[in-house]
């Protein structure tokens, strides 16, 4: 070993007074010695002995080693007793270990070792002459001050060596998606080699980045994108980087993907569906139509051809000739060992428009961003399908909003989608989007577009917003955090706040012991000396941020804490008998009331020394099963209702104990309460002319509902004179459905609590005529018939005035001639007459009010 190599320090664990004890002393004055050493050691003067030796060593094959071994600290001279040894250490059979030296001999007939003892020391150091393989391992270093009183101190060995691992060939993993999977990299090598982890081509999943330092990569949640080839890396800084590399197969259920939901056709047209399947490993793909599995046929045909690698298959069913009977339901099946997927299309004709995407109820954004020149403009999101494609217009707190006016405002290229530059407090309001066809309208939900404001705090007009308490060790401690206002609602945390290197590095409190309550108060079950700021260098620090922006904290306070000791004496940190019984600090409340479909907690903060652990359970003897949709957090302390269900309701107790005292327990009612939910989407149709038609729009809800059902935008009354739609509350039914009824129908599912909102589209397919094109034809040859008698007729009454007899024969002939074509027009209607007919129907549907669906 190189002179000035650092050795590592061990505390000896046996009091001085304790060690001594045993060792005889002679006089008075090993007496007075002895009485000092305690005097120091009660005065918290540092005079224990302590251990000296080498560290951990990695060496040439040839070098001379020296591992060190010292005692320091006390004077050993009166201790007969004392003596320190070197012994090789057999890892896997102890008893195998060898001794080497004793005190200052060497014990082995072998020259491999010296032993270097300074005369008047305490220092005991192993020379190994000439370094080689066999003598690598676990060297020990033993003390021993008499009356079974020892300490050991060890020291591993070995040569360098560049990193290796055992096999050179690419190992595949196949795992199964939403498994958990950890690959262990352990290469040799001295020193011990860094390992790092590299996804070729790829971010190493969930660690990010390019590289991951760790001898173990570990995926807690695989997913199908986490397939790829895997290198890990062993370094040590000699040699070359040895690699070992892994190839990581996923294999997951079909995933398919639609280019289109919906698919518009006319009659007599070829049509093409198509299905795209990705999947490990390949899957069977196969069409059905209305849950009948497709075959082929002569005017169906199925196509399916492999895309690139990984990318799965594309399958395509062509419609030759699209028939009335080929509209429908159209789905796309595909399944593989691991599990089946399905995805549908829906294949109709020329269409009124349906909303397919729309911006959220309520789209907030930041006044004073939205004047810089870097701003990105804001966009209220509407898209419809239809044949033909719609056109859009918007309005804006129910007037019509002329966006072409204002240079700002324009709509996004083949949506609807408006987009606003720079928005201000003048374009605040409520925003609806229509889409038209010459078929009908599609009205989107309501809009509100707003502004966040800043955050306030209570203690604003305070002078300061530092504050200085005092907490006491052991007990049980609140830190309030002032009220935060804003829009939307802030939430408030704590964190540590520490300055280092010129910077303050922020750590959220939340363990064990302390923790925040939903209105930003800090809670601990007991305060320790790490609690303290002055002594530990960091302050407390309340923030507030809001949903909008969540990496956006505001400073509500800061709190320096000095903990001192109890005012009443007993410090139960320090004295075991002492305990601090588990109370009540928080809790959310005897009655609560939850909504449906939303996350929801119950909160249950209990204070004690030591902490109280937290166990939840049913108090209304319901059985509380466990899932991954109730689970808890902050350490028992928050049931959590990831998606709240109307059976969630009833009693909840919370049990908290620490070992002392009986075990406490507070009980929470929960009431659950739920928005109108549409039970089934409204589903489009396509009748034929005749049909019954009935669109339902039955919700769940634990209110009143008030339904409003609207036909392209404009909404229906039940007491509407038409002979042929009836409304029943959620029903909609139309007897003998035709052309004039095609349009997008909408329901509005409304009470207290909030709305519900669908819409579907009616496509009604016109009759086949029997024998209209043959009426009308015949029709037209009596026309022409007829204009060349009354042509005859006139010949004959210039050229034959006077011959009565065959002018009444003509006559005759006219007559019964005119009697047939008037048969015939009453068996089949002029289109003048359809079209007034239409005409009427329309001008009754438009009698009605334009509405909004909310």
């Given at each position: 070993m190189?002179p000035g190599r650092?050795?590592?320090?061990?505390?000896?664990?046996?009091?001085?007074?304790?060690w001594?004890a045993?060792?005889?002393?002679?006089?008075?004055?090993?007496?007075?010695?002895q009485?000092?050493?305690?005097?120091k050691?009660?005065e918290?003067?540092?005079?224990?002995?302590?251990?000296?030796?080498?560290?951990?060593?990695?060496t040439k094959?040839?070098?001379?080693v020296?591992l060190?071994?010292?005692?320091?600290g006390?004077?050993?001279s009166?201790?007969?007793?004392?003596?320190?040894?070197?012994s090789?250490?057999?890892t896997?059979?102890?008893?195998?270990?060898?001794?080497?030296?004793?005190?200052?001999?060497?014990?082995?007939?072998?020259?491999?070792?010296?032993l270097?003892?300074?005369?008047?020391?305490?220092?005991y150091?192993?020379i190994?002459?000439?370094?080689?393989?066999?003598?690598?391992g676990?060297?020990?270093c033993?003390?021993d001050?008499?009356?079974s009183?020892?300490?050991n101190?060890?020291?591993?060995v070995?040569?360098r060596a560049?990193?290796?691992f055992?096999?050179?060939?690419?190992?595949?993993?196949?795992?199964?998606e939403?498994?958990?999977i950890s690959?262990?990299?352990?290469?040799?090598g001295?020193p011990?080699?860094?390992?790092?982890?590299?996804?070729?081509?790829?971010?190493?999943?969930?660690?990010?980045g390019r590289?991951?330092?760790s001898?173990q990569?570990?995926?807690?949640?695989?997913q199908?994108?986490?397939r790829g080839?895997?290198?890990?890396?062993?370094?040590?800084g000699?040699?070359?980087?040895?690699?070992?590399?892994?190839q990581?197969?996923?294999?997951?259920?079909?995933?398919?993907?639609?280019?289109?939901?919906?698919?518009?056709?006319t009659?007599?047209?070829?049509?093409?569906?198509?299905?795209v399947?990705?999947?490990?490993?390949?899957?069977?793909?196969?069409?059905?139509?209305?849950?009948?599995?497709?075959?082929?046929g002569?005017?169906?045909r199925i196509?399916?051809?492999?895309?690139?690698?990984?990318?799965g298959?594309?399958?395509?069913l062509t419609v030759?000739?699209?028939?009335p009977?080929?509209l429908?339901?159209?789905?796309c099946?595909?399944?593989n060992?691991v599990?089946?997927?399905?995805?549908?299309?829906?294949?109709?004709?020329?269409?009124?428009?349906?909303?397919?995407?729309?911006?959220?109820?309520?789209?907030?954004?930041?006044l004073?961003?939205?004047?810089?020149r870097?701003?990105?403009?804001?966009?209220?999101?509407?898209?419809?399908?239809?044949?033909?494609t719609?056109n859009?217009?918007?309005?804006?707190d129910?007037?019509?909003?002329?966006?072409?006016?204002?240079?700002?405002l324009?709509?996004?290229?083949?949506t609807?989608?408006l987009?606003?530059?720079?928005?201000?407090l003048?374009?605040?309001?409520?925003?609806?989007?229509?889409?038209?066809?010459?078929?009908?309208t599609?009205?989107?939900?309501?809009?509100?577009l707003l502004?966040v404001?800043?955050?306030?705090?209570?203690?604003?007009?305070?002078?300061?917003?530092t504050?200085?308490?005092?907490?006491?060790?052991?007990?049980?401690?609140k830190?309030?955090?002032?009220?935060?206002?804003?829009?939307?609602?802030?939430?408030?945390t704590?964190?540590?706040?520490?300055?280092?290197?010129?910077?303050?590095?922020?750590?959220?409190?939340k363990?064990?012991?302390?923790?925040?309550?939903?209105?930003?108060?800090?809670?601990?079950t007991?305060?320790?000396?790490?609690?303290?700021t002055?002594?530990?260098?960091?302050?407390?620090?309340?923030?507030?941020?809001?949903?909008?922006d969540?990496?956006d904290?505001?400073?509500?306070s800061?709190?320096?804490?000095a903990v001192k000791?109890?005012?009443?004496?007993?410090d139960?940190l320090?004295?075991?008998m002492?305990?601090?019984?588990?109370?009540?600090?928080?809790?959310?409340?005897?009655?609560?009331?939850f909504?449906?479909?939303?996350?929801?907690?119950?909160?249950?903060i209990?204070?004690?020394?030591?902490?109280?652990?937290?166990?939840?359970?049913?108090a209304?003897?319901?059985?509380?099963?466990?899932?991954?949709?109730?689970?808890?957090?902050?350490?028992?302390?928050?049931?959590?209702?990831?998606?709240?269900?109307?059976?969630?309701?009833g009693?909840?107790?919370?049990?908290?104990t620490?070992?002392?005292?009986?075990?406490?327990?507070?009980?929470?009612?929960v009431?659950v309460e739920?928005?109108?939910?549409?039970?089934?989407p409204?589903?489009s149709?396509t009748?034929?002319?005749?049909?019954?038609v009935?669109?339902?729009?039955?919700?769940?809800?634990?209110?009143?509902?008030?339904y409003t059902?609207?036909?392209?935008?404009r909404?229906?009354?039940?007491?509407?004179r038409?002979?042929r739609?009836t409304?029943?509350?959620?029903?909609l039914?139309?007897?003998?459905a035709?052309t004039?009824?095609?349009?997008?129908?909408?329901?509005?599912?409304?009470?207290?609590?909030?709305?519900?909102?669908?819409?579907?589209?009616?496509?009604?397919?016109?009759?086949e005529?029997?024998g209209g094109?043959?009426?009308?034809?015949?029709?037209?040859?009596?026309?022409?018939?007829?204009?060349?008698?009354?042509?005859t007729?006139?010949?004959l009454?210039v050229?034959l005035?006077?011959?009565?007899?065959?002018?009444?024969?003509?006559h005759?002939?006219?007559?019964a001639l005119t009697?047939q074509?008037?048969?015939?027009?009453?068996?089949?209607?002029w289109?003048?007459?359809?079209?007034?007919?239409?005409?009427?129907e329309?001008?009754?549907e438009?009698?009605n009010t334009?509405?909004?669906?909310?």
């Amino acid at each position: 070993m190189t002179p000035g190599r650092p050795l590592l320090v061990a505390c000896c664990l046996l009091a001085v007074a304790g060690w001594c004890a045993g060792v005889p002393m002679q006089g008075r004055q090993q007496e007075e010695k002895q009485e000092a050493q305690e005097e120091k050691q009660a005065e918290g003067v540092k005079g224990q002995p302590k251990i000296t030796y080498s560290k951990a060593t990695v060496t040439k094959e040839g070098d001379r080693v020296r591992l060190d071994c010292a005692v320091e600290g006390v004077d050993l001279s009166g201790v007969n007793d004392f003596t320190v040894s070197w012994s090789k250490i057999d890892t896997e059979n102890p008893v195998n270990s060898m001794p080497i030296s004793s005190a200052a001999r060497i014990l082995l007939f072998s020259n491999k070792y010296e032993l270097d003892h300074p005369a008047a020391s305490q220092r005991y150091s192993l020379i190994i002459k000439s370094m080689n393989a066999e003598d690598e391992g676990l060297y020990r270093c033993t003390v021993d001050f008499g009356d079974s009183q020892r300490i050991n101190a060890d020291v591993p060995v070995s040569l360098r060596a560049a990193p290796y691992f055992t096999d050179d060939f690419t190992k595949t993993l196949t795992v199964t998606e939403g498994d958990s999977i950890s690959i262990d990299c352990q290469p040799g090598g001295s020193p011990r080699p860094d390992v790092y982890w590299e996804k070729v081509n790829d971010e190493l999943p969930y660690f990010g980045g390019r590289f991951f330092k760790s001898n173990q990569l570990d995926l807690p949640l695989v997913q199908k994108d986490h397939r790829g080839h895997y290198v890990c890396y062993a370094d040590n800084g000699i040699g070359e980087p040895a690699t070992s590399r892994v190839q990581l197969e996923v294999q997951y259920a079909p995933d398919v993907t639609l280019p289109a939901s919906r698919v518009f056709t006319t009659t007599n047209e070829e049509v093409k569906l198509e299905c795209v399947v990705s999947s490990f490993p390949s899957a069977d793909v196969a069409w059905y139509k209305e849950g009948d599995a497709i075959l082929g046929g002569a005017n169906i045909r199925i196509l399916t051809e492999d895309l690139q690698e990984g990318q799965g298959v594309r399958s395509t069913l062509t419609v030759m000739t699209v028939t009335p009977d080929d509209l429908g339901e159209y789905s796309c099946r595909a399944a593989n060992t691991v599990g089946k997927t399905e995805k549908t299309v829906q294949l109709t004709t020329r269409s009124p428009p349906i909303i397919v995407k729309q911006s959220r109820s309520e789209v907030l954004y930041d006044l004073e961003k939205s004047r810089s020149r870097s701003a990105l403009p804001l966009i209220l999101d509407c898209e419809a399908e239809g044949a033909p494609t719609p056109n859009y217009r918007w309005t804006k707190d129910g007037e019509v909003l002329v966006w072409q006016a204002d240079p700002r405002l324009s709509l996004e290229e083949d949506t609807g989608s408006l987009i606003i530059s720079q928005p201000g407090l003048e374009d605040n309001g409520m925003y609806q989007c229509f889409a038209y066809n010459d078929l009908g309208t599609a009205a989107a939900d309501p809009v509100y577009l707003l502004n966040v404001s800043s955050i306030h705090f209570s203690n604003d007009n305070e002078p300061s917003d530092t504050y200085h308490l005092v907490a006491e060790l052991g007990r049980p401690y609140k830190l309030s955090c002032p009220k935060a206002f804003a829009y939307p609602e802030p939430s408030l945390t704590w964190v540590r706040a520490s300055e280092t290197n010129e910077s303050i590095a922020l750590e959220f409190v939340k363990d064990e012991r302390v923790v925040t309550d939903p209105d930003g108060d800090l809670w601990f079950t007991h305060v320790t000396e790490e609690d303290d700021t002055a002594k530990h260098e960091f302050q407390f620090m309340c923030l507030a941020n809001t949903p909008f922006d969540p990496f956006d904290y505001s400073i509500a306070s800061i709190v320096n804490v000095a903990v001192k000791n109890p005012a009443d004496g007993a410090d139960n940190l320090k004295e075991d008998m002492i305990n601090v019984e588990s109370f009540l600090m928080y809790t959310s409340g005897e009655n609560v009331t939850f909504m449906a479909g939303e996350e929801n907690t119950l909160w249950c903060i209990y204070g004690g020394e030591p902490v109280p652990s937290i166990v939840w359970r049913r108090a209304d003897g319901e059985v509380m099963e466990p899932n991954t949709r109730v689970t808890t957090r902050n350490y028992g302390r928050t049931l959590v209702f990831a998606d709240t269900q109307l059976e969630d309701a009833g009693e909840y107790e919370c049990v908290a104990t620490n070992g002392v005292g009986p075990e406490k327990s507070s009980v929470t009612r929960v009431e659950v309460e739920q928005r109108p939910v549409l039970q089934e989407p409204l589903a489009s149709q396509t009748v034929r002319e005749g049909d019954t038609v009935t669109f339902t729009c039955e919700t769940n809800s634990t209110g009143d509902v008030t339904y409003t059902w609207m036909l392209n935008g404009r909404r229906l009354s039940p007491r509407d004179r038409h002979l042929r739609r009836t409304i029943e509350g959620p029903r909609l039914v139309i007897a003998g459905a035709s052309t004039t009824d095609v349009g997008n129908y909408a329901c509005n599912a409304s009470s207290p609590l909030g709305y519900a909102y669908g819409q579907a589209i009616l496509n009604v397919l016109p009759a086949e005529k029997v024998g209209g094109g043959a009426s009308c034809a015949g029709v037209q040859g009596l026309l022409a018939e007829l204009a060349t008698l009354r042509e005859t007729v006139s010949e004959l009454r210039v050229m034959l005035a006077g011959q009565e007899d065959l002018a009444l024969q003509t006559h005759a002939a006219l007559a019964a001639l005119t009697e047939q074509l008037a048969a015939t027009r009453t068996s089949t209607p002029w289109q003048g007459e359809e079209k007034e007919q239409e005409e009427e129907e329309e001008e009754e549907e438009t009698a009605n009010t334009t509405t909004s669906p909310a």
